[in-house]
């Protein structure tokens, strides 16, 4: 189990923010649009100029080269981006063959054209294919702004489950009160140029 740390983490009009993310634990971050939040995780996975420090166990993001920062705490942003024509060409092998029926696809899935996706179909195998780098932490940015009730609560339990069993630190922005409730053991909010720990966090 690997926790992610930000210590005194500043980007944009964001100053000093330190927050611990446990292994197996989701730390959701809330705040009015425009505030912040994505920049937030952006500076996180080393995407955006920031101060302060952050680390993944006893790694600091500045230990390593960009590219192995990236490969071990990945960020799901609200417009994932599709580099190939085909679906199946943005996944090993293993992944093609492992998609969880939890996400409402068939296999056939990875023949389509990626222009033939919805909003929400690519945002829910951008998911799929950020654990399939078997990350030891995740930054997702609103991951079910595009999906139904039914498919997000769906996308939720099952999104919990991996991460539990695969003991990974994440960073979940989100917007909807009743989501926090259910998938976050705490909650951050932005207040001006602060982080504030919302007082009922779990």
Known sequence: MTDLVLENLSVGTLRNVSLRVPGGEVVCVSGPSGSGKSR?????ADL??????????DTGQLDVPAHQWRSRVVMVPA?????????GG???DEAKAGLPSALGFTP?????????????ERQRLAI??????????LLLDEPTANLDNDSTEALETWLLDE??????AVLWVAHDPAQIHRVANAHYRIHGTTLERVDGSH
């Open 40 to 44: 937030l995780l952006r500076a996180v």
């Open 79 to 87: 417009d994932s981006q599709w580099w190939f024509d085909d679906v």
């Open 163 to 168: 991460i539990r069993r695969r003991q990974i």
């Open 108 to 120: 056939e899935v990875m023949g389509w054209s990626v222009s033939r996706l919805s909003s929400g």
């Open 90 to 92: 943005h996944f090993p």
């Open 48 to 57: 955006e100029p920031h101060d302060g420090r952050v680390s993944l166990g």
């Open 128 to 137: 799929w294919r950020a654990l399939a780098l078997e990350p030891e932490a």
